[in-house]
């Protein structure tokens, strides 16, 4: 997705989370359909809002999460969503 700011822009009216929901929809539809497992980069809030924004057909093809952080480096992460 590409974006050119112009100040009659009308997106300055769209939401932050309408905008990064569309990015995880097109990014699902252009990429992810076809990969069967991928990693996310980021074990931190983006990355796991991320994950959380996936459908869970496309969560269950996620095989880790890259991080270069330290404390963050070995944690676990529980999709409580697909427990239910």
């Known amino acids: ?16 989370k309408v905008i990064f929901a569309e990015r995880v929809r097109a990014i699902s539809v252009q990429v992810l359909a076809s990969w069967t497992s991928f990693t996310i980069w980021s074990a931190g809030k983006w990355g796991k809002l991320f994950f959380r924004s996936l459908t869970l057909e496309n969560r ?3 095989v880790a999460f890259a991080e270069v952080d330290e404390k963050k480096i070995g944690n676990l992460y529980f999709d409580q969503e697909a427990k239910r």
Do not use: F, I, N
């Open 1 to 16: 997705v590409m974006y050119r700011y112009h100040p009659e822009a009308t997106s300055k009216g769209v939401s932050d």
């Open 60 to 62: 269950a093809k996620v």
